[in-house]
T-cell receptor, first 116, second 111 residues
């Protein structure tokens, strides 16, 4: 298994540009989520999905869009990039989303995004 | 709402020293608790977890006990190595299925 994969690893955007961060998992996990990591802030949830066709907002959803057309893929779209979106983005997945031993989350390697 | 507070870093220790990183939480009920580790330039890896009160999670010499009386989940290791240098995150399982993280503690171990 490749686990959770993310592309690209690094990206530089200009203010106002749009782009899509890709996330894929090959573990047949139902639950997928996107976090952003900022210095001194830990990780904060952007959007999440409990299954194909179902998405919901997390703590910091503004400026981001998601869709879940397949179990494997969960892309994150930046609609109009802003310097405040400079961050490291992590995708995570788990078999389930309720508490329990099968709900352990697996993280991708991250995408480092800089918006100038 | 639910939250996690962990000790601020950075923490610098000599090899073979004892490590404690404090973590306390605020939550409704008794959520699952986790410690994740992030090595430089990498994503997060689950280090250990506990799913109910009094559970002890352990892995790679690290331990943490779920204490509901003190709402704590402190991370300990008896003898750290240079290879343990990383950022450590305490987290709890939120009601949306997400993880709610502390801000992270950077550990540097000197030879």
């Amino acid at each position: 298994n490749a686990g959770v994969t993310q592309t690209p690893k690094f990206q530089v955007l200009k203010t106002g540009q749009s782009m899509t961060l890709q996330c894929a998992q090959d573990m047949n996990h139902e639950y997928m989520s996107w976090y952003r990591q900022d210095p001194g802030m830990g990780l904060r949830l952007i959007h999440y999905s409990v299954g194909a066709g179902i998405t919901d907002q997390g703590e910091v959803p503004n400026g981001y869009n998601v869709s879940r057309s397949t179990t494997e893929d969960f892309p994150l779209r930046l609609l109009s990039a802003a310097p405040s979106q400079t961050s490291v983005y992590f995708c995570a997945s788990s078999y389930g989303w309720l508490s329990g031993s099968r709900s352990e989350q697996y993280f991708g390697p991250g995408t480092r995004l800089t918006v100038t | 709402g639910d939250s996690v507070t962990q000790m601020e870093g950075p923490v610098t220790l000599s090899e073979e020293a004892f490590l404690t990183i404090n973590c306390t939480y605020t939550a409704t009920g008794y959520p699952s608790l986790f410690w994740y580790v992030q090595y430089p330039g990498e994503g997060l890896q689950l280090l250990l977890k506990a799913t109910k009160a009094d559970d002890k999670g352990s892995n790679k010499g690290f331990e943490a006990t779920y204490r509901k009386e003190t709402t704590s989940f402190h991370l300990e290791k008896g003898s750290v190595q240079v290879s343990d240098s990383a950022v450590y995150f305490c987290a709890l399982k939120g009601s949306q299925g997400n993880l709610i993280f502390g801000k992270g503690t950077k550990l540097s171990v000197k030879p």
